[in-house]
């Protein structure tokens, strides 16, 4: 069971390497990069509300839930408010021509917030596992809603990483390499998942997969709302609910199976 999923977290970073590499060979259109943005951001939320919260709330008050997805979309505001960006597709409308240009200035800073970004998410696929691996309610539902949300937003999230180091000069070897370093830190979150977690109580469980899933919420948000307002409004709605229906479906023939 642990291998397959260390499987899963390798998968999500081969993803988002190849992502990368795509973004350092051909470039991207801001149109296309909203539609992948759009529904990675749709199956974010959607594996919040249809898997993550019902899991949590059988073990967990509604407080405390509430509690802790505060704090995961706390983590990811203040990051992004303060240090940089948790995550450059999910702020893709921010990422001009200007701004590639000036990246040497700032690379420290995005690398350590994607850094971040990045461990969650491996974390994320750890609980769910840890979560199946308990026979909690729902885990199944949780564990293969997780992976499918964090595998299609890392596609995006590699493919806008890519793009702007290589619109800041870098080389496409030197961009595939950065892109690689960074993503890198999913496979760390999923090894500290995978040793830490199984020895936790179940309400900690529970409370680390909200924490996680406010993360999820503010990527959500930030994501649609960001260009909603700015650009392709009617893609933008139907990608997102498009990755929202994914995951719901998935969720409910998970739980009749």
């Avoid at 801001?30 to 949590?56: D, K, M, N, W, Y």
């Avoid at 870098?170 to 993503?183: C, H, I, K, N, P």
Wanted: glycine share 12%; with cysteine.
């Amino acid at each position: 069971m642990e291998n397959l999923s260390l499987a899963y977290v390798t998968l999500a970073f081969a993803l988002a390497v190849g992502g990368g590499a795509l973004g350092a060979s051909l470039g991207s259109s801001h149109e296309r990069l909203c539609a992948l943005i759009s529904l990675g951001a749709g199956t974010l939320l959607g594996v919040t509300l249809f898997a993550i919260l019902p899991e949590c709330l059988e073990g967990v008050r509604w407080w405390g839930v509430l509690l802790a997805l505060a704090s995961g979309y706390a983590v990811f505001f203040f990051i992004s408010k303060y240090l940089y960006h948790v995550c450059p597709a999910c702020a893709a409308s921010h990422f001009d021509e200007a701004a590639a240009h000036h990246f040497s200035e700032i690379a420290g800073a995005m690398m350590l917030a994607l850094a971040v970004h990045c461990t969650a998410d491996g974390v994320a696929l750890a609980a769910g596992h840890e979560a199946e691996a308990a026979h909690a309610p729902g885990g199944h539902v949780l564990n293969f809603s997780l992976v499918m949300a964090v595998c299609v937003h890392k596609v995006p999230e590699g493919l806008a990483l890519g793009a702007l180091l290589l619109g800041a000069g870098f080389s496409r070897a030197q961009t595939l390499a950065r892109v690689a370093a960074v993503e890198s830190t999913t496979l760390l979150g999923g090894v500290l998942g995978l040793v830490f977690l199984p020895h936790i109580s179940a309400f900690w469980l529970d409370a680390v997969v909200a924490h996680v899933g406010g993360g999820f919420l503010y990527l959500a948000i930030h994501a649609v709302l960001g260009e909603i307002l700015k650009h392709h409004k009617a893609l933008v709605l139907t990608n997102f609910f498009l990755g929202l229906g994914l995951i719901a479906t998935l969720s409910l023939l998970l739980r009749l199976l």
